[in-house]
């Protein structure tokens, strides 16, 4: 444990399904046309700024500080890649199925352009991540920088055994993920009160009907 080094960043408050968070920004994958919630740059830093742990004052005065429309689609384009990879990696192991090359791959290229976590320091109460500020100054700002807590939670969930836990809707035109807690770890819906009562309701109506 240290004092916040004068050069360095904090990180605190990352949920450990932060990856999941991410990959679901897009979502009712299963329909044509699926629902994009971060459909352009300054979506996605309001995204970040709001959810990844870095906290607001650091992440929003970084989104007028890439000026370049090239630079700033750049930038997206690498992070919608890293969430379509994590997405694909969750939705493997949700389902049992190998975790393909290509998308670990991508991952791993993106956590090796990452900030490292260096040291636990203290934060009001709590504590916090502690990284090197350089990662988020405009010269060296990267999509795995901005992302660096989704990275790491997505190699946290990988490496322990919550990973069994990891489910994606039963709703075919849902497909959401997310970590299934409940008691004997037979969740199939990503919530009851939406995509559990409507297969709830579509059950009923077809019994309905054949008799």
Known sequence: MTETAPDATLIAGVRPDAC???ANTLFWRGRETPTETVPDFA????WIAGSSGYGKEAIQ?????IGSPGAQSALFGDAIDIREAIYKIFSALASGHAVAEADL???NAALARAPERGQIARLGEGFAWQTEARWLEPAHLSAPALLAPVLWSAADLMT??????IRQCANETCRWLFLDESKNGTRRWC?????????K???HYLKRKTV
Do not use: K, V
Request: charged fraction near 20%; include cysteine.
């Open 20 to 22: 999941l968070a991410y």
């Open 43 to 46: 979506t996605l830093f309001g």
């Open 191 to 199: 919530d009851m009160t939406s995509c559990g009562n409507r297969a």
């Open 105 to 107: 791959a991508t991952l």
């Open 160 to 165: 322990q055994r919550a990973r069994h836990r």
């Open 61 to 65: 005065p970084l989104g007028t500080a």
């Open 201 to 203: 309701a579509r059950r």
